[in-house]
């Protein structure tokens, strides 16, 4: 009986595939920059096991990329998935997009407990790799309030054992949101203070800088002088150029990072590839007056006094911009009123029965600041600048996006097509980039930023997160009118060695991890 059971065991160890799978026939871009080569990905156990002609190797599934590109899977290092992977653990705009890793915790706001946030994802389980950030609007909130005023040297001490705790927990990183309640408060010696705190565990600072348009050059100072004092790697988010006056302006911001870059500081850029940005509609106001909670901003606008100074200090924002009138702000998700989603600020105020004048228009924002929060897609930034900051070498590819509950709203369709659209529109169609260097950009390059050693490349040994994409195909398909559509020419995707798109279509299986910093 026991020389029969030991025969048994042999016999299915002999039978056992070399590979749980092999992708063959493709031309591999491995995420470094590198020309592509051809040779066939072997997957076992979740990782990458072999790169290379694996004639006569046996798997339990093979995948035919003939015509089609092996790929590492993108990182994001820039997005806003708290609140919608709860809803949608899957992630499916992501993945459809061929992301399977994400960095969320960015523009300053993050959750404040992050072992309790990653052992409720793990226990629903997650479709993506999932990495967070620490943020200083959330710390300052918890701390001092939305207050205007300087933190104390108690309240600092206090946000600086939240940063080393968070940092514990698995934070890659400390971020910031500059021209957001209420860290747009704080002054530079604070941001430093805390920074410091997450450094000493090897942490990135990311930022959403105090601006990014007339004073950028005093914003990428500051952000560079945090880094410096800090010791850490510098993100600078979603960059750009967000004044019509200053448009063109975007080589003389790169040519201060590449300073910046010869002097020895690590800092490095991310954009998405449109002219449109999405935030808050609270973002048109003077930052004083949304201090204290929303009970002190209601009070605020109640009174005819301080709402007349509130709207004069917005049409001095407006002017300051070069926008001649709110035509530029369309409304994206705004639930006390479903019928404004997909219209401008100028139609909106035409429904609302008053006079196409400015100070019209800003007095339906006012209206509804009162009615609930706005989310808003802002056209606010020129070609010119999107292109060239794409050319240059140092930025990753980020979509500053959230999951999507689909058809929910009308968000911004770089949530559902970042990497397709630089794919399809700015490889294939302009030759902006080459295929290798986009891919870098998704990849390597971000991986190397945020230390995930384990990914970003098609190298043995590496974390099997992979795309099987076809570039004559790979295409966004959605639009400020319709966003809610997936992206086309990603046939496979795989995370941790789990197939999570399959020709082309989601699959039931969830292959996500929570990525702790080590």
């Known amino acids: 009986m026991r020389n029969s059971l030991l025969l048994l065991t042999l016999a299915a160890s002999l039978a056992a595939a070399d590979f749980d799978l092999v992708i063959r026939n493709g031309r591999v871009v491995d995420g470094s920059g590198n020309p592509w080569f051809r040779a066939d990905v072997g997957v076992k156990d979740g990782r990458i096991a072999a ?28 997005t806003h998935i708290e609140g919608g992977v709860e809803k949608t653990p899957r992630g499916d705009n992501f993945l459809m997009d061929g992301v399977t890793t994400v960095i969320t915790g960015n523009c300053g706001s993050s959750e404040l407990n992050l072992a309790a946030w990653f052992q409720r994802l793990e226990k629903a389980g997650i479709g993506l790799n999932i990495a967070s950030l620490i943020g200083h609007n959330t710390l300052r909130a918890e701390v001092v309030g939305r207050a205007n005023r300087l933190a104390t040297p108690d309240e600092i001490a206090r946000m600086q054992a939240l940063v080393d705790k968070a940092m514990n927990e698995g934070a890659v990183g400390f971020s910031t949101g500059l021209i957001y309640i209420p860290g ?38 500051e952000a560079v002088r945090v880094g410096r004092e800090a010791g850490m790697r510098v993100q600078l988010s979603h960059f750009k150029i967000d004044n019509r006056r200053l448009w063109g ?21 991310d954009q998405y590839p449109y002219d449109r940005s999405s935030t808050n509609l609270g973002i048109r106001l003077p930052s004083w007056a949304l201090a204290d909670g929303d009970d ?56 609302m029965g008053r006079d196409k004048t400015v100070d019209n228009e800003a007095e339906t924002i006012l209206d509804m600041m009162q009615m609930g929060r706005a989310q808003m897609i802002y ?63 998704m990849t390597s390059l971000p991986a190397r930023t945020f230390g995930l050693r384990d990914r970003g490349l098609i190298r043995e040994g590496m974390a099997a997160d992979l795309l099987v994409l076809d570039p004559a195909r790979v295409a966004d398909t959605g639009t400020f009118q319709q966003p809610h559509q997936f992206s086309e020419g990603f046939d496979f995707v795989l995370v941790n060695g789990v197939v999570t798109v399959d020709q082309g279509k989601l699959t039931d299986r969830l292959g996500g991890r929570i990525l702790r910093s080590r």
């Not at 002609?53 to 290092?77: N, T």
């Not at 942490?203 to 007339?214: L, N, P, T």
């Not at 911001?253 to 910046?260: F, P, T, V």
């Not at 050319?391 to 929910?408: C, L, N």
Request: glycine letters at 10%; a neutral charge.
């Open 296 to 351: 002190k901003v209601r009070a605020r606008l109640a009174d005819r006094q301080t709402r007349s100074e509130i709207k004069q200090g917005m049409l001095k924002l407006l002017a300051d911009l070069g926008q001649p009138d709110y035509s530029f702000c369309l409304v994206g998700r705004f639930r006390p009123r479903p019928e404004f989603e997909g219209k401008t600020i100028s139609e909106i105020n035409l429904l």
């Open 184 to 221: 747009t408060y704080s002054n530079p010696d604070e941001v430093v203070a805390l920074a410091k705190a997450a450094s000493a565990h090897g942490g990135v600072y990311a930022s959403h800088m105090r601006d990014e348009g007339e004073k950028i050059t005093d914003a990428i100072n």
């Open 379 to 441: 056209h606010s930034m020129g070609g010119q600048d999107v292109e060239r900051i794409m050319r240059y070498p140092w930025t990753a590819i980020a979509s500053d996006g959230g999951i999507q509950e689909f058809g929910v709203g009308v968000p911004h369709p770089r949530s559902y097509g970042t990497n397709a659209r630089v794919l399809g529109e700015y490889v294939r169609n302009r030759g902006v980039l080459t295929l290798e260097d986009a891919i870098r950009r």
């Open 51 to 78: 790169v290379g002609a694996l004639i006569g190797k046996s798997a339990d599934r093979v995948i035919d990329a003939a015509g089609r590109v092996i790929a590492p899977g993108f990182i994001d290092v820039h």
């Open 249 to 269: 302006a975007s080589d003389q911001s790169l040519a201060l990072i590449e300073k910046y870059r010869r002097e020895g500081v690590d800092v490095v850029i």
